[in-house]
């Protein structure tokens, strides 16, 4: 029930794809609804490519500005908005490695990562990409708890404790953001 | 915590959502923690403006342009190649040169799409002032109706003459051009435009 009542909580949302062709035409709230799903998403891509927060945040104000300026370059009818702003992402970053280095850019865009090869590294930053542009989309509270259990090294029940819920409502409402997430990354799990 | 039993409590779920949610605890331990925005990326900076295009008499543009197709074969047929690999293949190469009379030149070149859709190209400049700012850069843009449209990248140069690899997504269908501009940090992007085609 509590999942099935969460569920009905996503409504209708203007999708990527929408806002990127509404941003072509100048409309800076649809610019700015763009940036509040991405930024992380493009901060953390950054991130994990440029291994530095400075050169990552000027990644990040490079894709932004691209994706402005390309928007009409954008074709609904060749798949959705988010490989598109990934792609515009990614050409971001490795232009930034580029300009900041005089170091051979062939693997840049993988720099960071360790232990896996060109394509596993390709396929974890495209899972990450989907999953922090999902995460976005949770309410607030249910954002917070799964950081908390996912990554917060603290149990369920320091969780409640942190958080001074019951131990049951933080597990109902980890499932239930859990649930949205499901339903928000689709495409994955199929 | 990396079991999804320590979770939550799904004895009451059929197998096929407890599947589903297994799968998205996998993907949250697989993507890792969301970064957390530094306070200067709380919000979007302002969208760029349009660039401010120099334009020349179309007699100097004539004569500029016979220069820079004469000094770019010489400039580029052998420094150029001497200094970077020759595997990049090119389907089409473009002449830019100066706005505003000065004796900065370049040379576009475009491989074929490849298998992702990108298009690799590489660009060689000369005669473009070093950046006096550290966070200065230029740019190249495609331009459509003779404006900035889409940015192909950024770069800086140093010395004589500078290459550079780049890659674009966009399709080339409709531009009208190629333009490259200087951006000085605290102007509005994309600055003025330094060199064209």
């Not at chain 2, 090119?90 to 298009?119: S, Y």
Request: net charge negative; glycine share 8%; aromatic share 6%.
């Amino acid at each position: 029930m509590a999942v099935a009542l969460a569920l009905r909580t996503i409504g209708p949302v203007t999708s990527d794809g929408e806002l990127i062709q509404r941003a072509a035409t100048g409309d800076r709230g649809a610019f700015e609804d763009l940036y509040r799903r991405y930024a992380r998403p493009v901060f953390g891509l950054a991130l994990r490519r440029l291994g530095d927060r400075g050169r990552a945040e000027d990644a990040v104000q490079e894709t932004f500005a691209s994706i402005w300026r390309s928007a009409a370059s954008y074709k609904p009818d060749r798949g959705p908005g988010a490989p598109w702003l990934y792609a515009v992402a990614r050409n971001a970053i490795v232009d930034r490695a580029r300009t900041r280095t005089d170091t051979p850019t062939e693997n840049l865009i993988e720099q960071a990562d360790d232990g896996a090869g060109p394509s596993e590294q390709a396929e974890q930053g495209w899972v990450a990409w989907r999953v922090h542009r999902a995460l976005e989309e949770l309410p607030e509270r249910e954002r917070e708890v799964v950081a908390l259990a996912y990554w917060s090294e603290l149990s369920q029940s320091e969780v409640a404790e942190f958080l001074g819920l019951p131990l049951g409502t933080v597990k109902t409402r980890t499932r239930a953001a859990l649930a949205h997430l499901a339903t928000l990354l689709e495409d994955e799990l199929e | 915590m990396t079991d999804l039993n320590d979770i939550i409590d799904f004895d009451d779920l059929d197998a096929n959502e407890r599947e589903r949610l297994e799968r998205v605890h996998a993907l949250l331990l697989q993507a890792g923690p969301p970064p957390e925005l530094s306070p200067s990326l709380t919000k979007p900076g302002a969208p760029p403006e349009p660039a401010r295009i120099l334009h020349l008499q179309p007699r100097r543009q004539r004569v500029l342009l016979l220069a820079a197709a004469t000094v770019a074969a010489v400039a580029f047929g052998g420094g150029y190649l001497a200094g970077h690999p020759s595997t990049f293949t090119a389907e089409r190469v473009v002449d830019m040169h100066a706005t505003g009379g000065g004796n900065a030149l370049a040379v576009l070149k475009i491989a074929e799409r490849d298998a992702v859709g990108n298009w690799p190209m590489r660009i060689s400049v000369s005669g473009l002032p070093q950046q006096a700012q550290r966070t200065a850069y230029y740019e190249l843009w495609l331009t459509r109706k003779g404006q900035p449209s889409e940015s192909c990248g950024t770069f800086r140069v140093h010395g004589k003459t500078t290459t550079v690899d780049l890659s674009v997504p966009y399709s080339f269908k409709g531009i009208s051009g190629w333009v490259v501009t200087a951006h000085t940090p605290g102007e509005t992007e994309p600055g003025d435009v330094v060199l064209t085609t």
